[in-house]
């Protein structure tokens, strides 16, 4: 393992353990046995080094948050199926830890700059979805918008989960969600193969 590797593992798990917001560079060198010129030559900025935090952060410790994801677009069972797994993923109760550090970054990454590269990340979250949908017969631009749709709705009810620990009304409200949305993709992709 690299130095810049390994300095990077353990910012993660100070983050995931005591969150970013309190979190100075000099207080992320401290927690890494480093100083603010290592991580700087390493990482460039507080914002580069959070960014990679959180990223490996989702990949070594909750790996099938992205896995889930990723397999959206390969999935092969019917659409509601895989979505409600996707979304069954995300709201695992392991997976709370992430989903608080992230809506924390994410907070950060909408009022500060330098997260321009993360924002980027973040915002393409709903392409997966889109191609899916592409592959279920939806024209581009109807997959697109509910694609964006999804994933503000899973975020929707990603904060509801961290803020009242409701997994079983949470659960109830995204099925019947996830429902009307299958729904509306099904009608669009059958419009789409009738014009």
Do not use: K
């Not at 100083?35 to 700087?40: F, G, I, S, V």
Request: charged share 20%; glycine share 8%.
């Amino acid at each position: 393992m690299s130095e810049r590797e390994r300095l990077l593992h353990l910012v993660a798990a100070h983050l995931l353990a005591h969150g970013v917001t309190s979190s100075t560079l000099r207080g992320l060198a401290r927690a890494a046995g480093s100083n603010n010129r290592m991580l700087l030559y390493y990482f460039g900025s507080r914002e580069q080094l959070v960014g990679e935090a959180l990223q490996a952060v989702a990949r070594d410790h909750f790996p099938g948050f992205e896995h889930a994801w990723s397999g959206l677009e390969r999935g092969t069972g019917a659409l509601r199926t895989d979505l409600q797994a996707v979304w069954d993923e995300i709201a695992a109760p392991h997976n709370l830890p992430f989903l608080r550090l992230f809506f924390e970054v994410f907070g950060q990454v909408t009022r500060q700059p330098g997260y321009s590269e993360l924002m980027g990340d973040i915002a393409a979250w709903h392409r997966p979805a889109a191609a899916r949908l592409r592959r279920e017969g939806l024209p581009r631009g109807a997959a697109e918008a509910l694609a964006t749709e999804l994933v503000a709705l899973w975020r929707g009810l990603q904060m509801t989960l961290i803020l009242t620990q409701d997994l079983r009304t949470v659960e109830r409200v995204q099925r019947q969600a996830l429902d009307a949305f299958c729904a509306r993709a099904l009608d669009h992709a059958g419009a789409g193969s009738r014009t």
